[in-house]
């Protein structure tokens, strides 16, 4: 079995403060950058990558949303969609996007039809006021899409 002694020496004081203040300027330069938001376009890119270029048809899917949020730290959110839940009508996931967070997508939902209805609810955390969309992929290969804006008092992503 081999040791090895670890060489310990003495830091002058000048060492200490350069090494400091070089810690502190970057995390200064860390918290001044602060998050880059989403906006629409990366929502719409994210929506497209999941669709297969597909455009989403409105109805079948309900959003429940506040108007207002209070706190953007917990959101609830509930995601309905009208299906049978059989071999002919069946939802296959049910994807959530944020426009406004650091990063849009913020959850997939994953059904089938052992789950016997598509009805979700979570709770997420958004940065500041911004638009919730929801996208389900049905069965049969096609896609619906609802909307709501939640205007946030207090963001939940350093906000």
């Known amino acids: 079995m081999i040791h090895k002694t670890l060489e310990t020496r003495q830091v002058s004081r000048r060492e200490l403060v350069q090494l400091l203040g070089a810690g502190t300027v970057a995390a200064m330069g860390i918290s001044i950058a602060g998050p880059a938001f989403a906006d629409a376009k990366a929502t719409d890119a994210a929506i497209m990558k999941v669709t297969g270029g597909k455009t989403p048809a409105a109805g079948k899917i309900t959003l429940e949303t506040p108007q207002i949020a209070e706190n953007g730290s917990t959101v609830p959110i509930?995601?309905?969609?009208?299906?049978?839940?059989?071999?002919?009508?069946?939802?296959?996931?049910?994807?959530?996007?944020?426009?406004?967070?650091?990063?849009?997508?913020?959850?997939?939902?994953?059904?089938?039809?052992?789950?016997?209805?598509?009805?979700?609810?979570?709770?997420?955390?958004?940065?500041?006021?911004?638009n919730i969309v929801a996208v389900a992929e049905m069965g049969n290969g096609s896609f619906m899409m609802a909307k709501a804006e939640i205007k946030v008092t207090i963001g939940g992503c350093g906000g």
């Open 78 to 130: 509930g995601v309905k969609v009208d299906s049978a839940m059989n071999d002919a009508d069946n939802v296959k996931s049910v994807h959530l996007y944020a426009d406004g967070n650091p990063n849009p997508d913020v959850a997939t939902f994953h059904f089938t039809s052992m789950s016997g209805k598509a009805d979700v609810s979570t709770r997420i955390r958004l940065a500041k006021t911004q």
